[in-house]
């Protein structure tokens, strides 16, 4: 599935605009102990978290993952919006909890 594909058939927000959205996501990860992610997760997956801080960019882009949604309506801080954006990394934000986020990514068939 795509990125964009994700955004039509959920009601979560784009937060970075004018991105490739065209990006593939094959698979997700949920985390947010940044370490723990760091050393697990694999490229191309969307990122569950609801840290929102400017390390979780530099994660993402560690670990080349597809996007990041950031779940339970976490208020993203401006620095990370700032870093997201100056580095291509993909934003979205999911008003439902990590654990209803992860239900309807499987129920998409990510």
């Not at 959205?21 to 947010?32: Q, S, T």
Request: aromatic share 6%; with cysteine; proline share 1%.
């Amino acid at each position: 599935m795509k990125v964009k594909e994700l955004l039509e058939k959920t009601t979560w927000d784009l937060v970075t605009e004018d991105m490739d959205l065209d990006r593939e996501i094959k698979g997700a990860y949920v985390g947010d102990l940044l370490s723990w992610v760091m050393g697990n997760g694999n490229p191309d997956a969307a990122w569950v978290t609801v840290q929102v801080h400017t390390n979780v960019v530099a994660v993402a882009l560690l670990r080349e993952f597809s996007c990041v949604i950031i779940a339970d309506n976490a208020n993203i801080s401006d620095e990370m919006l700032e870093a997201a954006k100056e580095e291509g990394l993909i934003l979205i934000e999911s008003h439902l909890s990590s654990f209803d986020t992860c239900k309807k990514l499987v129920e998409l068939g990510v």
